[in-house]
């Protein structure tokens, strides 16, 4: 029940006449009274619905929001700008409260919740995933408050700025809400508070609840022409309690049941939101441009699919049970095996759309101040273009596990990775852009070399498995050249260590995959001389630097943070090297850098600080599999 609103409010619409948004961007409502403008990227967690996603700040404010797909263009942005970016807030409407933040056990509805004086609220948070035999899905958040204890005031501000806010909107009453439209995208509003429109295209209301009270709050999609009735509380139980069974239900076919329980459900839940279930395909973060450091240009846009997250995505999710959705990842990979002769880049591009698309164009948003000053903001992916052999490594990896362990591999399918195959025996022995994406051109890579080697390997492995048809003694003949170049190239006597690229002494953090991908024994003493340089000079109190900057330029202003898979890799080396009290000490001193809800982004700063896209698909990967393999080998 919802008490009555301030006089002079419309109950059930907005009060006034529609209002038409200027053509320029309009500033938000108050960013956060009495609060920083912005959140630290570690204060929010995360709902979705298996198209996209929202994050939600720890004062109960969404501040990033694309509809309907992960990579659409945002309606609330103010990660990206406090002023100008858009936001959907719901929060104490008084001074000294504090808040708490936790996951519904074992489902991804967020609760947030509310210590005020005069009482305790909490805030829900969650979007109803894709039914089986919906004819569309309706793309719906729902936020719903409730008063638990005492009474209190709620202060509601939905200020939608369309298409990363260069797109205007107008704002329309409804019998049961409002409804936000722009040139692209409808969004309606139902709630039985009262509303008014501020600012020219937002509306507000103030709410009193006293205990055992609530206010329901649902933005969905609107087609063309089309309406949304009202919501009854009985239908919003009823979408509480199917949300709540549908990730129960999902989470349940997990077969792990080791020493880290909770924390590997709850990436294994985190990767499931950054699924995209219409193809299968795992986003590597479902936000852009938040920064690899505080003011600096490393802003990147990570809502797109990766190739090399392929095989460490199947792989987390083989090992934990989750043959569905390996499945469909599988199919979705083996619809970029097309050959494509004429790119310079090579037939597989580094990154896809979601959706399978190839064009990725980069752009900027200058009227974005973004995260905290982090200028510039950026969309698109340039580096889709970029030549980086390592890809090929990756994906065959992803079909030897799934078709290990999951759905065999079909005719056509290897018909098409074959032909990819043949041009990468054609081409492995040139420099290229690597793993990390530098724009300081290119090099021989000891990783690119590396996984190059793991593409043959890996193939052939599969056509003797299934007796598939294969040039054997040429792949063979590759297979061991990459092999012995590797060893006598990418090794540096003189640090007794592998490099990052040939002719250099420069460390790095992605060589602690050789193990992992058994180009070298995980005892080898080439392997234990090189784990222990890393550890000694890349690796800070567990966490992990990719490589030396300064030693290595790589094309980009600025300095570089920690990357907290690196540092999920280094511990999985360590274990599989026998050294388990070290491995153990690193894995649960990297637990302690999860946020509050057990979400990591891409980087730690130097302070412990989370930094970069949020939160990051392949960082809970590496947890996933290190845990994996340090239970296992502890016992």
Request: charged share 25%.
């Amino acid at each position: 029940m919802v008490r009555d609103g301030p006089a002079g409010r419309v109950a059930g619409g907005v009060s006034g006449e529609a209002q038409r948004a200027s053509r320029t961007p309009r500033p938000s409502p108050t960013r956060r009274p009495s609060r920083a403008r912005y959140l630290p990227i570690a204060e929010h967690g995360l709902i979705g619905d298996l198209h996209t996603v929202a994050l939600v700040g720890t004062d109960g404010t969404i501040d990033w929001y694309c509809c309907p797909h992960f990579d659409s263009p945002s309606v609330f942005a103010a990660i990206l700008d406090a002023d100008r970016g858009g936001l959907f807030r719901i929060s104490p409407d008084c001074e000294g409260w504090s808040s708490k933040q936790l996951y519904l056990p074992d489902t991804n509805i967020l609760i947030t919740r509310f210590l005020m004086p005069d009482g305790v609220g909490e805030l829900q948070d969650f979007m109803p995933p894709p039914r089986t035999g919906e004819a569309a899905h309706r793309h719906r958040m729902i936020r719903r408050v409730v008063a638990v204890r005492g009474q209190m005031s709620f202060v509601v501000d939905v200020a939608p700025r369309f298409d990363y806010a260069r797109a205007r909107h107008e704002v329309a009453p409804t019998p049961h809400g409002a409804l936000f439209r722009s040139p692209d995208l409808a969004l309606s509003l139902s709630t039985r508070c009262p509303l008014e429109i501020v600012g020219g295209g937002d509306v507000r209301t103030r709410i009193a609840l006293r205990a055992g009270e609530t206010a329901t709050f649902v933005l969905d999609r609107v087609e063309p022409g089309g309406t949304r009735t009202p919501y009854s509380d009985a239908d919003i139980d009823a979408e509480f309690d199917a949300t709540v069974s549908f990730w129960r239900r999902w989470l349940r076919r997990s077969r792990y049941s080791g020493r880290w329980r909770e924390t590997v459900h709850r990436s294994a839940l985190t990767l499931k939101l950054l699924t995209y279930e219409p193809t299968g395909a795992i986003v590597a973060a479902p936000t852009t441009s938040l920064p690899e450091e505080l003011g600096g240009a490393r802003n990147w846009d990570y809502r797109y699919t990766w190739m090399r997250d392929a095989a460490f995505s199947l792989y987390a999710l083989l090992r934990l049970g989750f043959t569905e959705e390996a499945d469909a990842f599988m199919g979705w990979l083996e619809g970029r095996f097309r050959y494509t002769a004429d790119r310079e880049s090579g037939p597989l591009q580094i990154m896809y759309g979601i959706d399978g698309r190839e064009d990725l164009p980069e752009e900027e948003l200058p009227h974005l101040e973004g995260y905290m000053g982090s200028a510039p903001v950026r969309i698109g992916n340039r580096a889709a273009t970029q030549l980086q052999l390592d890809i090929y490594g990756e994906l065959m990896d992803s079909v030897y596990l799934g078709n290990k362990y999951g759905t065999p591999l079909y005719h056509d399918g290897w018909m098409g990775l074959t032909r990819n195959l043949e041009w990468l025996m054609d081409h492995w022995d040139q420099p290229d852009e690597g793993i990390w994406e530098t724009r300081g051109g290119r090099r021989d890579y000891t990783y690119s070399r590396l996984m190059s080697w793991v593409a043959v390997e890996r193939a052939i492995r599969i056509a003797r498995q299934r007796g598939l048809p294969a040039d054997l003694p040429r792949w063979m003949t590759v297979r061991d050249s990459i092999y012995h170049q590797i060893m006598e190239r990418g090794w540096h006597p003189a640090r007794r260590a592998f490099v990052q690229h040939y002719d250099t002494d420069v460390l790095d953090a992605s060589l602690l995959l050789m193990p992992l991908c058994k180009l070298v024994a995980p005892t080898d003493p080439r392997w234990v001389s090189t784990l222990d340089a890393i550890t000694a000079e890349l690796v800070s109190d567990s966490l992990v630097y990719r490589y030396n900057v300064e030693a290595s330029p790589d094309g980009l202003t600025g300095k570089e943070a920690t990357f907290s898979m690196c540092s999920f890799w280094w511990v999985e080396a360590l274990a599989r090297a026998g050294r388990l009290d070290e491995a153990r000490l690193a894995f649960e001193k990297m637990l302690t850098y999860a946020n509050h809800v057990g979400l990591y982004s891409e980087e730690i700063g130097p302070t412990g600080e989370q930094l970069g896209n949020f939160p990051q698909a392949f960082t809970h990967l590496a947890l996933i599999s290190a845990a994996y393999n340090l239970d296992r080998r502890l016992g």
